[in-house]
């Protein structure tokens, strides 16, 4: 039998819900830890990240008036997509990062638990993070934790896919939309948990997943004015830079090198705003 | 310029006179037929030239300057209708090199709360009239319902075509009332709306848009907005492929309305293109071409001001009406 032709698969950016190349037209090359050849990915320009805005933040609306409980519902359904895949997304890990095969399999696990751990949270955060306050008067005040609203993600460079898991579901899980841009050098096992996320009954939009050059793409992300907060996880020492841009429309920033504790609730808390509600107190 | 888009003006001016309908039943039999698929792919075509940096400015200013800024809701009230006469004014209250729209269009009885806040504009005040969207009405009542806009102070008449009667080949009741309707205009410009959505076939938009010229309209219209298709690209190319003809045969000069529908900027860019490349140049000005719509407003001067600031921005900087 002759040898089989390999069939090498382009990876497309995840936009509100569908598989879209660039609108640039242009693809980059994404090699292997060890320099080979390993997947041509698109790569989205500023025009892609205006799409992925305007798709984010129709979908956020959508996205948080569903009930807490739905969205942990899908949280969860996505950790089912990824468990499904997980030899499929250990493979890729290993050669992105250089991992052995029982290493790679292990950061994968460790990291759809993430997911499942995030999708416990979404019916939970209201009571952890907000509270009934004792005020001086004959009222309720309530602090409820709502989303920022859009939230974009700068995503580590290194990890490529349990770093990915942490940036894009914290935001995810506290009711924000996420634009996320995957590890420039090792972008796929982040696009394939956005292929996962498009049958997993998350709303289209709601996680958008692009690959391309931190310098450009993140730069309309942090200067993009319908953008409410950003990660600059994995913008190594373009944090600065970007955190000017986004200062340009008071963003929220999570600045790089933020090392929190396993499961701590503070990455939940970084994209979110307390509203806080008075009611009088009736018979 | 395409050579082919320039039109050569007779004159003077001769409009053929329409005696009877047997004369304008022969008149638009003798009109060719649309290719449909050849305007279908000319529109695609014209749809993919790209326009950047200074024409990109100077086109979205241009399309500000064509807008007639449009509400037509069962909810409208006279509050509401002096906030977008505000908005028609001077659209963004920053920045005063950006251009007033060409017209304000509500319905005929909030005509007189816009003649009112325009007054000292350059805008104009367009009432829709004729039992809009339908058209359904006896003509005595169409006929009142412009009289009663053009005493309010209405500069412009958007009328509706009866499409019963002309898919049903009554064609010489839909001249009458088109020739009653611009009688009844007296100064006002009678824009004819021919709901292009519900006349089925290309050959139709073509023999409806001679019918409306050959009447007397100022104008010729796509659509109501009512109606599920509104205003398509290659309709656009149609009707400006009529007025183009018409302003050659007979040397006057027909305006384009494309209304319901166009919401971006890009798209009304490449209404701008397929106008340029079909009529010429001659159209590309608020007096021959219009575009009715009410959201696009404000998605052009989104892209104006990010061509300003160079950074993508909110929509909330911009009042929704």
């Known amino acids: 039998m002759s040898e089989r032709v390999g069939v090498a698969k382009t990876y497309k950016l995840v936009l509100n819900g569908a598989f879209v190349r660039s609108e640039s037209g242009r693809v980059y090359e994404v090699l292997d830890h060890a320099g080979r050849f390993w997947a041509n990915v698109a790569e989205a320009s500023r025009k892609d990240v205006r799409d992925a805005v305007v798709a984010a933040r129709a979908a956020q609306a959508r996205w948080w008036s569903l009930s807490a409980y739905n969205r942990a519902q899908v949280i969860f359904r996505l950790a089912e997509m990824a468990e499904a895949r997980r030899d499929e997304l250990a493979e890729h890990v290993q050669r992105a990062e250089g991992r052995d095969a029982p290493a790679a399999r292990e950061c994968v696990a460790r990291g759809i638990d993430r997911i499942v751990w995030y999708a416990g949270w979404a019916d939970k955060l209201a009571q952890v993070l907000g509270g009934a306050n004792a005020v001086a008067g004959p009222f309720f005040n309530f602090s409820l934790p709502t989303p920022s609203g859009v939230v974009a993600v700068i995503c580590a460079q290194d990890s490529s896919f349990e770093a990915f898991v942490d940036a894009a579901l914290a935001p995810l899980c506290a009711g924000n939309a996420v634009v996320a841009l995957a590890s420039e050098a090792r972008p796929t096992p982040g696009l394939l948990l956005g292929e996962m996320s498009v049958t997993s009954d998350l709303p289209g939009g709601v996680l958008n997943v692009l690959s391309g050059r931190v310098g450009s793409v993140g730069a309309s992300l942090a200067s993009h004015e319908d953008v409410d907060g950003i990660d600059l996880d994995g913008a190594g020492d373009r944090a600065g830079e970007l955190s000017v841009l986004a200062a340009g429309s008071i963003k929220r920033v999570r600045q790089p090198g933020t090392d929190f504790a396993a499961n701590s609730t503070a990455r939940l808390r970084s994209f979110v705003e307390t509203a806080t509600v008075w009611h009088t107190v009736g018979r | ?321």
């Open chain 2, 1 to 321: 310029m395409d050579a082919r888009a320039g039109v050569r003006l007779l004159d003077p001016p001769r409009a053929p006179v329409i005696a009877s309908e047997a004369q304008l039943r022969a008149l638009l039999a003798s009109l060719s037929g649309v290719d449909a698929a050849g305007a279908e792919a000319r529109a695609a075509k014209l749809a993919t030239r790209s326009i950047k940096t200074s024409s990109k400015r100077a086109a979205l200013d241009m399309i500000i300057s064509m807008i007639d800024l449009t509400t037509l809701e069962g909810a409208d009230t006279p509050e509401r209708v002096a906030s977008l006469c505000d908005k028609a004014r001077r659209p963004d209250a920053r920045d005063a090199s950006v251009p007033s729209v060409a017209a304000v269009c509500v319905y005929a009885d909030l005509v007189g709360t816009a003649r009112a806040r325009l007054a000292g504009s350059t805008v104009a005040v367009a009432a829709v009239a004729t039992a809009f969207p339908s058209g359904r009405a006896s003509r005595r009542v169409k006929l009142l319902d412009v009289e009663d806009a053009v005493a309010a102070g209405a500069d412009e008449i958007d009328m509706v075509i009866d499409r019963g009667a002309f898919l049903s080949g009554r064609l010489g009741e839909v001249f009458e009332e088109i020739v009653a309707v611009k009688e009844a205009c007296q100064h006002a410009h009678l824009k004819v709306i021919l709901e292009t959505g519900e006349l089925v076939t290309y050959d139709n938009v073509r023999r409806a848009s001679w019918l409306a010229m050959l009447a007397g309209a100022d104008f010729i219209k796509t659509s109501t907005g009512k109606v599920g298709v509104s205003a398509t690209l290659p309709v656009a190319l149609v009707l400006l492929e009529a007025v183009r003809d018409f302003a050659e045969s007979t040397g006057r000069l027909v305006g384009v309305k494309v209304a319901g529908g166009i919401r971006s900027a890009k798209d009304a860019m490449r209404y701008l293109v397929v106008v340029n490349e079909t009529a010429g140049s001659l159209w590309l000005s608020p007096t021959l071409f219009r575009f009715g719509a009410s959201s696009l407003l404000n998605d052009v001067l989104m892209q104006r001001l990010r061509q300003v600031r160079g950074a993508y921005v909110r929509p909330q900087e911009f009042s929704a009406d």
